[in-house]
């Protein structure tokens, strides 16, 4: 009988889903990931390479939810109709 692959990356356990892209994740699926990923390099648990791991996705997690609040300034900024002053600063 043949072996299922799962499409797992060489070295993920292949019993835990994938990761979706932090591109695809909404503000608040972001933050909430983030906050778990701090939660749990805090803690120590784990090897050097799952912190990095962790770290690694933390990055991201955190650049993608600046996009969501960067755009969010934008949007604001358009609706007001008024362009960026040092009062908004």
Same mark, same amino acid.
């Given at each position: 009988?043949?072996?299922?692959?799962?499409?797992?990356?060489?070295?993920?356990?292949?019993?835990?889903?994938?990761?979706?892209?932090?591109?695809?994740?909404?503000?608040? !699926?972001?933050?909430?990931?983030?906050?778990?990923?701090?939660?749990?390099?805090?803690? +120590?648990? &784990? @090897?050097? #390479? /799952?912190?990095?791991?962790?770290?690694?996705?933390?990055?991201?997690?955190?650049?993608?939810? !600046?996009?969501?609040?960067?755009?969010?300034?934008?949007?604001?900024?358009?609706?007001? +109709?008024? &362009? @960026?002053? #040092? /009062?908004?600063?």
């Amino acid at each position: 009988m043949a072996r299922e692959t799962t499409g797992a990356p060489a070295g993920q356990d292949p019993a835990v889903p994938p990761l979706p892209d932090p591109a695809a994740l909404g503000y608040e !699926q972001a933050r909430d990931e983030l906050v778990t990923i701090v939660a749990r390099l805090e803690s +120590g648990a &784990g @090897t050097l #390479e /799952e912190s990095l791991a962790l770290w690694e996705r933390g990055e991201a997690l955190a650049a993608r939810c !600046q996009e969501w609040l960067d755009g969010a300034r934008a949007r604001l900024t358009a609706a007001r +109709g008024t &362009g @960026t002053t #040092e /009062e908004d600063e």
